[in-house]
């Protein structure tokens, strides 16, 4: 089946620092990739997205690849700040014929970024 | 704009309690979800709706029971609530394959 697999946390970094939290998966097909940030005490919010090979995803200041050669998806950041501390969720969803296609995510990423 | 609210927020149960979660959506969403979150193993999915009136098993449905009562409501019922089922419950909902999941903001449950 389906499965993710993130970087293990916890990640602490300085503010400005470059981040990179690593996600790799498994899939059948061609999946659409996906990277959910959570605050806390908040459910799980998109990110960024990515639909097809080799297609970035953008927002905030982070980005990500869909490299399907290495079957990865990786989150980079160039400067990070205190307000990105949360927890980061890697997800991929199979390209199922119906809306119900499930999304599989990844452990999750826990950041935290010090003044 | 509301999107997908849930209730209660927090609830703690005594082994053998039964009760329902709530969710509604407010998007016109197909598909409705339910995840529980428990530390270091990210979400799961318990049960999830494709469309109306049709419910389906994901990773961890044993202990859970769902009903689509309508296009916006999709609910949880513990039927007797053990200690396992402790945890962060999401509901969320989406509009196509290709569309990302949109979160309502939990539910924290304590069985004791």
């Known amino acids: 089946g389906d499965s993710v697999t993130q970087m293990e946390g916890p990640v602490t970094l300085s503010e400005e620092a470059f981040l990179t939290i690593n996600c790799t998966y498994t899939?059948?097909?061609?999946?659409?990739l996906f990277w959910y940030v959570q605050y806390p005490g908040e459910g799980l919010q998109l990110l960024l997205k990515?639909?097809?090979?080799?297609d970035k995803g953008s927002n905030k200041g982070f980005e990500a690849t869909y490299r399907k050669e290495t079957t990865s998806f990786h989150l980079e950041k160039g400067s990070v700040q205190v307000s990105d501390s949360a927890v980061y969720f890697c997800?991929?969803?199979?390209?199922?014929?119906?809306?119900?296609?499930?999304?599989?995510f990844g452990e999750g990423t826990q950041l935290t970024v010090n003044p | 704009n509301a999107g997908v609210t849930q209730n209660p927020k927090f609830q703690v149960l005594k082994t053998g309690q039964s009760m329902t979660l709530q969710c509604a959506q407010d998007?016109?969403?197909?598909?409705m979800y339910w995840y529980r979150q428990d530390p270091g193993m990210g979400l799961r999915l318990i049960y999830y709706s494709a469309s109306e009136g049709t419910t389906d098993k994901g990773e961890v449905p044993n202990g859970y029971n769902v009903s689509r009562l309508n296009k916006r409501e999709f609910s949880l019922r513990l039927e007797s609530a053990a200690p396992s089922q402790t945890s962060v419950y999401f509901c969320?909902?989406?509009?196509?394959?290709?569309?990302?999941?949109?979160f309502g903001n939990g539910t924290r449950l304590t069985v004791t």
């Open positions: 969320a909902s989406r509009g196509g394959v290709y569309s990302p999941l949109h």
């Open positions: 997800a991929l969803s199979d390209r199922g014929e119906t809306s119900g296609s499930r999304l599989t």
């Open positions: 899939a059948t097909g061609y999946p659409s």
């Open positions: 998007m016109n969403h197909n598909s």
């Open positions: 990515a639909t097809k090979a080799d």
